[in-house]
């Protein structure tokens, strides 16, 4: 009988299949990355510029994008003012995302040793999640500098220490370390089985059966 440490000991085949998973997965992605990174961008962009606006008061007037950077318009929603001056923020696909292609590489090498592949789906949420904080937080922060500066907002410690150390945590700290956040995730949660759906079962490597049921006979009577 094997040991529970033996157990726990990953196969070489595995490991080596893993790693050719990783270094082809990387090249296709990396080549994939390259055509859709400015249409992730400009949506990713959009949804979190729309959020922004509405925690700070503002209204996005043009969304426009140049190669690898999204720009977006803003102006303030203040009424009473003789001017209403315009704010563009730039948001550099780049700075936030360029560790995709290296981040889905190591998420494909995980395959052989994940027994529920929901934890694609999850990881790919966590992602997309901290790239939209990214920018949340990035255009906050500099939203709160120009509306202060501009008399539409009035200054306040808590906020510019809020906005300036979300946005500084993220671009120093979560983004960088993202495929060792995504990659730490899956190994963690590599053996995780599913819930069966009703009236099914998990066997051993987590693989759906049908639940036995009671054996078809007549019902005997009582007497």
């Known amino acids: 009988m094997e040991t529970q440490s033996q157990k726990k000991l990953l196969p070489k085949g595995a490991i080596l299949k893993a790693g050719l998973i990783f270094v082809i997965s990387f090249c ?9 990174k400015g249409y992730y961008g400009t ?24 190669k690898d950077v999204v720009k977006v318009g803003f102006i303030p929603k203040t009424y ?12 550099p696909v780049s700075n936030y995302a ?19 592949r929901r934890l694609y789906i999850e990881a790919l949420v966590i992602l ?25 907002e009035k200054e ?3 906020s510019n220490i809020f906005w300036q ?18 990659g730490a995730y899956l190994f963690f949660f590599r053996n995780r089985v599913p819930s069966a759906k009703p009236g099914r079962e998990r066997d051993k490597k987590g693989r759906e059966t049908k639940r036995p049921g009671k054996p078809k006979g007549k019902k005997s009577r009582k007497k």
Do not use: C
């Open 28 to 36: 296709v992605f990396l080549g994939g990355w390259l055509v859709v």
């Open 43 to 66: 949506v990713i962009t959009t949804v979190s510029s729309y959020a922004a606006a509405a925690v700070k008061n503002a209204q996005v007037v043009d969304i426009t994008r140049d």
């Open 80 to 91: 009473g003012v003789a001017q209403v001056y315009k704010t563009s923020i730039d948001v």
């Open 98 to 116: 360029f560790n995709v292609p290296l981040t889905l590489a190591i998420m494909a090498a995980f395959f052989p040793f994940l027994r529920s």
């Open 128 to 152: 997309v999640f901290v790239h939209f904080l990214f920018i949340f937080t990035l255009e906050g922060e500099r939203l709160t500098g120009v509306f202060v500066s501009q008399g539409y």
């Open 156 to 158: 306040s410690t808590i």
């Open 165 to 182: 150390f979300s946005w500084g945590f993220l671009d120093n700290m979560v983004v960088r370390f993202e495929p060792f956040l995504i």
